[in-house]
């Protein structure tokens, strides 16, 4: 039978929460700056998408053995504060703006904050009553289909955004890159050196007859 964690745990377990958010948004100031965008975000959604699949899996287990497995969800809450503050929560905060030219940035910033704050509205109604009739089994529609959907379409579609330009953003945008980008450049460093071992036949024989008396 599943026994109940004490007051103490409980209390330990959110100062835990929060020590490690804490530390983790101190260290994203740095990571931000130094990593890029694109790898960044992929990796800390990942993580971020696998706490709550940990977090479903250790609260069911939890609720038929009891014992430690309730630990295991304050550790799945500790990874999604981590992934969070590390670089998940401010990088999706500002990376709309290096995405867009400058005279759309304000509106597409806005669009942002507005969307974000109504998806935030809906889902805090919506996770104590699915919570109440289904359990934790509900956070697997509410936030990790969700969550894969997102990143699924980030992988696809979206370009680095550090230490380029904006011209150079918004084309790889309109050809439509992101995973293709390693490909694209390959095929065409490929292409380049096919036609420059073709040239260099001829290059070497009008700079001989270029030589001849």
């Not at 740095?30 to 694109?38: A, I, L, Y």
């Not at 400058?102 to 910033?109: E, G, T």
């Not at 450049?185 to 073709?198: K, V």
Request: proline content about 5%; aromatic content about 14%; charged content about 10%.
């Amino acid at each position: 039978m599943p026994y109940p964690i004490g007051l103490a745990s409980l209390q330990l377990a959110s100062f835990g929460f929060i020590l490690v958010q804490f530390g983790a948004g101190i260290c994203g100031t740095f990571v931000v700056s130094r990593c890029g965008r694109r790898p960044l975000l992929l990796g800390l959604g990942a993580m971020n998408i696998s706490s709550f699949i940990l977090y479903i899996l250790f609260e069911r287990l939890f609720s038929y053995y009891g014992g430690p497995w309730g630990y295991g969800c304050i550790l799945a809450l500790c990874i999604f504060g981590f992934s969070y503050g590390l670089g998940l929560g401010p990088i999706s905060c500002f990376i709309t703006s290096e995405l867009v030219v400058q005279r759309y940035r304000s509106l597409v910033q806005s669009m942002m904050y507005v969307t974000n704050t109504l998806i935030s509205l809906v889902v805090s109604y919506l996770v104590l009553p699915a919570y109440t009739h289904f359990g934790c089994l509900s956070f697997l529609v509410l936030f990790v289909i969700p969550s894969l959907f997102a990143f699924a379409y980030l992988y696809i579609n979206l370009p680095e955004t550090k230490d380029r330009e904006i011209d150079e953003i918004v084309g790889e945008l309109k050809e439509g890159v992101g995973c293709c980008t390693a490909s694209r450049s390959f095929s065409e460093s490929s292409s380049t050196n096919n036609i420059t071992s073709e040239e260099t036949p001829l290059t070497k024989q009008k700079t001989g007859q270029s030589l001849l008396p």
